[in-house]
Each structure stands twice: as structure tokens, then as C-alpha cells.
């Protein structure tokens, strides 16, 4: 399994750079998680559309689906070409049924329903969900393939079922969008030190930090991972290559 980081910011994208997404593959399929502002033409660098075999959207946040509509008209345009022959499925939870709508689009996209804590077979992944503590509805993934796993938190404040979920993964791609003098005043969403304390306590190899604040140090927050962590942290950066 290969993991590639298209984006790593929260909120809106640096200068230049997308908000948090992920392209993870194996065997010859390419599968993104989220699909924010500026993902799109990221990852156009790495694969063109017809390449794109699925896409993940954890919520319904601008910065998760701001460019499920430009995917969309390029995937018609390449439609119309005779490079796109199949819809493009987008798969999401339909807890917000107007915009779960939005996600099926001229033939070209493919809105499919995800349930919370359910499995599914895309490709060669086994896709398992769990909901989040987040103001909107959201779910966190685990993608295996191959006895290797990651799992991405996607935005969530603390909560004991990403520990259960996340047993044992190779990978934990965990938001860290909140610095210690935040703590409890930024709501749904985690500082370093709880991302720390989530690896630490899910038995995971390595601890990649995304949905960064564009503000302050961010060494400050693999410096609080580390102090409940024992294994690897690093910040995520765009086209970040994790091998699995």
C-alpha cells in the first residue's frame, strides 16, 4: 500500500497548497480521502482523472468536498473525450441527504452510501467506518489491503472508539489542529498531545499529524504527540510518500 499526501491544512489551504486529503493505492487502484479546496489540481500532478478509481469524504465541510464539484466537470469533460468510461464513485455517509445528493452527478460521479461502523470492499480495500465527535456528522476510516492498514481520524475532538478502531494500524493519519493553549476552547478537533495519546493508546507504528493550523510553530504539536507517544510523529507534507 502506498499512501501520498495531496493536502495537510485544516480549514482553507497555505499558499499555494490543499486542505487535508489523501491518495492511498494498491495494486493499481487510486483511492483519494476528502476532497477540500485545492485538492483537485494537486493531485492532477500525480494522476489524471480518469486514473481516479474512488474517492472517501469523510464530512461535509468546505475543506473536505470544495472540489467534489470541479472533479465533477472535469470528469464530464474527460467523458466527453472518450477517456472516462465509467462513473466515478464517491462514497460518503447520507446523514445530510441534500448533500449526499450533490455527490451523483450527469453519469459521471456516483454517489455511495456509507453506514457507521460497517465495512465495504472498494477495490482491493477493506473500508471500515466509525462516526466522530465533530459539529457536523463525520467518520473516521480504516483502509486495509494486504495485512497493512491505516486509518485516518478525519476532524474529531477525543473519543475512546477511535482508540478500538485504531488497534494496531501501521499508520495513524490523525488531525492535530489545536495548540495546548487551545485546548478546550477550539471545539471538534484534537490538539498534538491527544493525537499523541490516541497512537499511544491504539498500539499504532507511526503517527502522521494533518488538518494543521495555518499559525504558530507547528513543531509545537509533534512536540505534545511526543510526550505520549513512543513510537515515530511527523507533519504531514504535500506529496509525502509513506510505503506500507
Known sequence: MKITTIGMWGGYPEKGEATSSFLVEQDGFSLIVDCGSAVLSTLLTMKDVHELDAFLISHYHPDHIADVGVLQHAAMIHKQLGNLH???????????????????????????????????????????????????YCLAFRIEAAGKAVVFTADTEWTDALVTFSQGANVLVSESNVYPQYAGKIQGHLTGQQAGLLAEQSGVERLVLTHLPQYGDREILVAEAKKEFSGPVELAYTKQQILL
Open 86 to 136: 465509467h462513473p466515478i464513485p464517491i462514497y460518503a455517509h447520507a446523514q445530510d441527504s441534500v448533500e449526499f445528493s450533490k455527490l451523483s452527478y450527469k453519469g459521471v460521479t456516483t454517489g455511495m452510501e456509507l453506514e457507521a461502523y460497517a465495512s465495504y470492499s472498494i477495490g482491493p480495500f477493506k473500508v471500515s467506518t466509525c462516526p466522530t465527535v465533530h459539529p457536523v
